[in-house]
């Protein structure tokens, strides 16, 4: 990569929060990164900067027609006290892929990986060290022309914050109690589903608030046509063990192609379990789980890592799953995944990347 991104420290940089005091998304650290696209010239001024408001016209078409994607991953700070990601190359396709949806601009992922290692590395301080801490980083691309007009926008920024997040479990591995949503769909097939834009969250928030009201942390989506194939979870992936085998929904289109969802798949199959990537019915998991077959759910993404499933409820009934403990495989897909991500474990898939 030949474009050199510049950076300007702030003079007025801000205290950091304890490491108990950290949560998900509410601290952000003293810089970002921001560069600007013209949809003729592409990506120019890469640039650290310190963190603070971006300006824009209340005429910029993310506002009104929500032509925005993003990405999250996090970095990590191991014993050693490196600095390391894991996997970037895959957000960085997967940044392009929802770009093409969107009509959006690419961003060369050697650029991607560059700009992620140029603004970590400005705040490397940041990063928390505590057990289950680390940095979140969230890019994010949005339309800024000013323009009213649906067609795609003409002018683009594309920015990078980090959060210093708290360990998810703060109170231990908990499992969580999820709601099968009968009622509201995700996406369809053709639609935005495999994209990560900010829609997507926007009309899932309504099902998220019924689920809550109800006692229900998550909601797992069904597919918008026949409303019978399990999907996803909120912001993860999900799997199930049946018969001493991971079975989790094939990528049809209107489900999140997620980093953790690929790791888990890799790491069972090294461990010489069988994995089915298939599509798979609510009904089947309730007939599995009533004919003792079903022994583990659990959700797959990079906020929590692994999310067990203690309770579905469907309909009128309700599936305790696991004796409503954290199973075997969601336990050791846990602890492998985060020991390689904060470089204790070996890392066999070349996964882990250093920033310097
Ligand atoms: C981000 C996200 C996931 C998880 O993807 P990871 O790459 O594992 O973090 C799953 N589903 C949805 C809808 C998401 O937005």
Redesign the pocket.
């Known amino acids: 990569m030949t474009t050199t991104i510049s950076l300007t420290r702030t003079d007025r940089p801000k205290a950091k929060p304890r490491d108990e005091e950290l949560s998900f998304g509410k601290f952000f650290t003293d810089h970002m990164f921001l560069m600007d696209a013209t949809a003729d010239h592409g990506w120019h001024s890469p640039r650290v900067v310190p963190y603070g408001p971006l300006s824009l016209d209340p005429s910029a078409a993310v506002l009104h027609y929500s032509q925005e994607i993003f990405?999250?991953?996090k970095a990590y700070r191991s014993p050693r006290d490196t600095i390391l990601l894991f996997r970037p190359d895959?957000?960085a396709a997967?940044l392009n892929r929802s770009a093409a949806r969107m009509c959006m601009p690419p961003v060369d992922e050697a650029m991607f990986l560059d700009a992620i290692k140029a603004v970590v590395a400005t705040d490397r301080d940041w990063v928390p060290g505590a057990p289950g801490t680390s940095l979140y980083i969230r890019p994010a691309m949005i339309a800024t022309e000013p323009f009213l007009g649906v067609r795609p926008a003409q002018t683009y920024s594309f920015f990078i914050i980090l959060c210093p997040v708290g360990a998810y479990y703060a109170e231990g591995f908990n499992p969580v109690r999820i709601l099968v949503e009968d009622h509201y769909v995700?996406a369809v097939k053709g639609g935005t589903?495999e994209a990560?834009t900010g829609g997507?969250?926007a009309s899932s928030l309504a099902s998220a608030e019924e689920a809550h009201h109800k006692g229900y942390s998550q909601v797992l989506w069904l597919d918008g046509v026949e409303r019978k194939y399990i999907e996803?979870?909120?912001?993860?992936?999900i799997a199930f063990v049946i018969d001493n085998a991971l079975v989790t929904p094939s990528l049809s289109g209107s489900?999140?192609?997620?980093?953790?969802?690929?790791?888990t798949i890799q790491l069972a199959k090294d461990w010489g379990i069988r994995v089915v990537e298939r599509p798979i019915t609510i009904e089947e998991v309730f007939t599995a789980s009533h004919n003792g077959r079903l022994q583990e759910a659990f959700?797959?993404?990079?906020?929590a890592v692994i999310s067990p499933v203690s309770e579905l409820a469907y309909k009128d009934e309700k599936l305790t799953i696991s004796n409503g403990k954290v199973g075997p495989l969601a336990q050791r897909l846990f602890d492998e995944i985060s020991d390689i991500q904060r470089g204790v474990k070996p890392d066999p898939h070349g996964w882990v990347v250093e920033i310097h």
């Open positions: 990405e999250g991953l895959k957000n997967r995700r589903g990560k997507n969250y996803e979870v909120g912001s993860m992936n489900i999140l192609d997620g980093v953790t969802r690929d790791t959700g797959m993404g990079t906020a």
